[in-house]
C-alpha cells in the first residue's frame, strides 16, 4: 500500500524471515467480511512488483526513536521518515526452555511439531482458541488430552452450545476428505536438505495463515483415526520430566475409555503434566496453544512508548503510537482509540490485514497534511474461518463481549447441518455467530450495523421457514 502511495520513495520492509506472507485470492464477501489466502512468497516477488521496495533481511536490534534510526542484527543502520511496527506476537508458551513443550504459532513450529508427531503416541494439548481446536481436529492416529481452562471448546470464538454442535464431528471415526488445498507453498531454498535450523524462541517465523494445516501431514504412530479426550475447566500446574516423575511415587492415567475410568499407567513417558484438578498423564510432548504476547521487546529499550495492559503498543485512531512518527499495526499494536461498540480487537490475520492497510494510508495522509476517516472495517468485528470443515462467520459481540447480563441470546440449531446464535440487546442485534451454510451473513451484518429495532420481530428473527434474508432485503 505505501509502494502504491508513494511510487518514487524508497520503502525498505525490514524482516527477519528469508520469505515474506503474501494475501492472495482476496474476495470482499460482503461489506466487512473478507476471505483470503495467505501464502508464503520469496521476497524477490514482492520487489518485483514494487521497484521502490527494498526487503532486508535481518532482525532488528534496537530503535532509536530520537534518532529516527533502526538498528538491524548484521551491524546496519537505517534511517526512516515514518516507521510502522508490525512485528506481531509470539507464542506465550506455558513454560520456557523445555524440549517438550512446543509452542505454534508460525510455519516454521508447525514443522517442528510435524516431525514430533511422527513419533507420537499420544500428545497433551493445552489451550482453547482456533489453532488448538484445528490442531485437535485435524491429528489422527495419536492419542490426544485436550486440556482446557473453560468449561467448553473453542471459548475464543464459541460458546457452549457450539461446542456441543462441533463435538461430534471430533470424536466421529471416519474424516471426510478435505477440499484440496490449491495454493502454491515456497519454502527457503535447500531448507529441505539441510534441516532447518529449528526457531529458537527468540527466532521469530511469521505467524500461520488460516489454512496452515494444509499439506502438514498430522499423523501419528497409532492405526485408529481420533482419540481425543478433553479435561475441562483445568490447567497445567506443573510438568515433570521422566525422572522427577519416577522419584515423586505419583500415579499416571491411561487414556480414559469411559466416564469411571481412572486406570493407573503402566507406560513410561518421556513427559508428564499434572493438571489443577489432579490429574497426571504422561505423553511424548506437550503442544502451548494458549495464546500469544505482542512481540515489543525489541523496541521498548530506550524508548518511551505508551504500553497497553496487553503487553502492545497503544495506537490512536491513526494507528500512531505515542511516539513521533512512529505507527504500528497487526498484533504487535493495542486499539486505544475508543472503538465502534459492535468492534473489539482480536489478533486475527483479517486485523492484520485491515490495519497494515490503513496506516499506510494514514502514513500517507500524514506526509501529505490530509485528513483521514477511520477506515470502515472497524466499524463492526467481522471474521470467516473454518472450522471442522464448517465455515463460521463471527460478528460483532458474538460471544456478548462487554455487554454484562443485559443481553438475551437466541439460537437456531439443526445438528450437523448449521448453527445460529444471535446475540440481542434493547431489540437490537449486537453480535452473531454462524457455523454451516446458512447464507444469513451479509443479512446479520446489515442489522448489527445499522441497528434497528428488532423487538417485533421477537423469536421469528430466526424462524427457519421465514426467509429472512429476502424480508430484510
Request: a negative charge; hydrophobic letters at 40%.
Amino acid at each position: 500500500k505505501l509502494a502504491a502511495e508513494f511510487p518514487s520513495e524508497d520503502i525498505f520492509l525490514i524482516t527477519a524471515s528469508p520469505v515474506i506472507k503474501a494475501v492472495t485470492n482476496f474476495k470482499q464477501v460482503s461489506k466487512t467480511l473478507e476471505e483470503f489466502d495467505v501464502e508464503e512468497q520469496p521476497s524477490s516477488l514482492l520487489e518485483k512488483r514494487y521497484p521502490n521496495i527494498r526487503v532486508i533481511q535481518s532482525g532488528v536490534k534496537q530503535l532509536k526513536s530520537d534518532d529516527h534510526k533502526i538498528y538491524t542484527e548484521d551491524g546496519k543502520e537505517y534511517i526512516y521518515e515514518k516507521l510502522c511496527l508490525c512485528a506481531g506476537a509470539k507464542p506465550k508458551l506455558i513454560v520456557e526452555g523445555n524440549p517438550y513443550v512446543l509452542g505454534i504459532r508460525d510455519t516454521d513450529s508447525a514443522q517442528a511439531f510435524q516431525k514430533n508427531l511422527a513419533q507420537a503416541e499420544r500428545i497433551v494439548v493445552v489451550g482453547n482458541g482456533g489453532i488448538a481446536l484445528e490442531l485437535v481436529y485435524e491429528i489422527q492416529g495419536c492419542e490426544v488430552i485436550w486440556a482446557i481452562k473453560d468449561k467448553a471448546i473453542g471459548n475464543t470464538f464459541f460458546d457452549a452450545g457450539a461446542a456441543e454442535f462441533l463435538i461430534p464431528k471430533l470424536t466421529a471415526e471416519s474424516r471426510e476428505t478435505p477440499i484440496e488445498c490449491k495454493r502454491t507453498k515456497y519454502t527457503v531454498e535447500g531448507s529441505e536438505e539441510k534441516g532447518r535450523p529449528t526457531a529458537a524462541s527468540d527466532k521469530l517465523g511469521s505467524a500461520l495463515g488460516p489454512d496452515w494445516h494444509e499439506g502438514l501431514h498430522l499423523k501419528g504412530t497409532k492405526e485408529f483415526s481420533h482419540k481425543v479426550h478433553i479435561e475441562i475447566l483445568c490447567e497445567v500446574k506443573k510438568i515433570h520430566l521422566q525422572q522427577e516423575f519416577i522419584q515423586l511415587h505419583r500415579t499416571s492415567l491411561t487414556f480414559p475409555k469411559g466416564e469411571k475410568n481412572v486406570e493407573p499407567d503402566e507406560v513410561l513417558w518421556p513427559v508428564y503434566v499434572e493438571l489443577t484438578n489432579g490429574k497426571i498423564y504422561g505423553c511424548n510432548f506437550i503442544v502451548s496453544a494458549t495464546g500469544v504476547v505482542p512481540n515489543v521487546e525489541p523496541f521498548l529499550d530506550g524508548n518511551n512508548f505508551a504500553v497497553g495492559e496487553d503487553g502492545g503498543l497503544k495506537v490512536d485512531k491513526h494507528m500512531h503510537t505515542s511516539l513521533p512518527d512512529v505507527y504500528a499495526a497487526g498484533d504487535i499494536c493495542t486499539a486505544a482509540w475508543e472503538p465502534s461498540p459492535v468492534w473489539h480487537q482480536m489478533r486475527l490475520w483479517t486485523q492484520a490485514r485491515q490495519m497494515g492497510w490503513y496506516a499506510a494510508k494514514c502514513m500517507a495522509a500524514d506526509a501529505l497534511g490530509e485528513s483521514i476517516d477511520m477506515d470502515f472495517s472497524f466499524e463492526l468485528f467481522a471474521h470467516i474461518t473454518k472450522f471442522f470443515n464448517y465455515k463460521v462467520v463471527v460478528l460483532g459481540k458474538y460471544n456478548a463481549q462487554g455487554l454484562g447480563s443485559d443481553h438475551e441470546l437466541m439460537l437456531r440449531c439443526t445438528k450437523g447441518h448449521e448453527y445460529v446464535k444471535v446475540v440481542m440487546q434493547n431489540g437490537r442485534m449486537m453480535g452473531a455467530v454462524l457455523i454451516g451454510e446458512t447464507d444469513l451473513d451479509e443479512t446479520f451484518e446489515n442489522l448489527i450495523l445499522n441497528q434497528m429495532d428488532l423487538s417485533a420481530y421477537g423469536e421469528d428473527l430466526l424462524n427457519p421457514d421465514i426467509d429472512i434474508e429476502d424480508y430484510f432485503d
